[in-house]
Nanobody
Framework: QVQLVESGGGSVQAGGSLRLSCAASGYTYSNYCMGWFRQAPGKEREGVAAFDSDGTTIYTDSVKGRFTISQDNAKNTLYLQMNSLKPEDTAMYYC??????????????????????WGQGTQVTVSS
């Protein structure tokens, strides 16, 4: 049973920083197709940062230069360092891993990674 557990969210002022963590268990951790998504109220879930199918890091344009995705294979943990936070970064942030077989709720992003396993989310709120 794949389990993804996020932590590290919170409330910060604009310009502040947060570091999100995602502890993975229940499967053999992979360097590939691991990512972070976010969903603001009334909006669709969107990809934020990911290791794609060949391990390349991918960022959505709005976070380039501010967010950094990393992982520690020894700890089966994915991270998202978020600097220079803006109010528009406010959202629930979700960790996701690759799945196979068309699980409900799968999102394909950025290229050929099918993200079908999700954590419960951690809230990030940035005030101006």
């Amino acid at each position: 049973q794949v389990q993804l557990v996020e932590s590290g969210g919170g409330s910060v002022q604009a310009g502040g920083s947060l570091r999100l963590s995602c502890a993975a268990s229940g499967y053999t951790y992979s360097n590939y197709c691991m990512g972070w998504f976010r969903q603001a109220p009334g909006k669709e879930r969107e990809g934020v940062a990911a290791f794609d199918s060949d391990g390349t890091t991918i960022y959505t344009d709005s976070v380039k230069g501010r967010f950094t995705i990393s992982q520690d294979n020894a700890k089966n943990t994915l991270y998202l360092q978020m600097n220079s936070l803006k109010p528009e970064d406010t959202a629930m942030y979700y960790c996701a891993s690759r799945s196979y077989g068309g699980r409900w709720g799968t999102i394909t992003w950025p290229g050929d990674c099918d993200f079908g396993y999700w954590g419960q989310g951690t809230q990030v709120t940035v005030s101006s």
